[in-house]
């Protein structure tokens, strides 16, 4: 699998989360039609670029407002 179809499909799966709340029917498809579609070694290697990315990302820190 490209490294850029990887890339693109955890984007749009980033931007799915973060966009307008979609219908539980809505979001049931497009998680049926994913697994039916992808094999199992390409959700494991875009899950193992999720990882990397995760890991190289910095610390974000959360600061409390009273200390």
């Known amino acids: 699998m490209e490294a850029n179809k990887i890339?693109?499909?955890i984007n749009n799966n980033q931007e799915s989360v973060t966009e307008n709340p979609v219908s539980?029917?809505?979001?049931?498809e497009k998680t049926s039609k994913f697994i039916s579609e992808t094999s199992l070694d390409e959700m494991l290697?875009?899950?193992?670029?999720?990882?990397?990315?995760?890991?190289t990302e910095p610390p974000k820190w959360v600061i409390p407002d009273e200390i």
Do not use: G, V
């Not at 290697?45 to 890991?55: G, N, T, V």
């Open 7 to 9: 890339s693109e499909t």
């Open 24 to 28: 539980q029917e809505d979001h049931l």
């Open 45 to 55: 290697e875009i899950a193992e670029i999720a990882r990397r990315k995760k890991l």
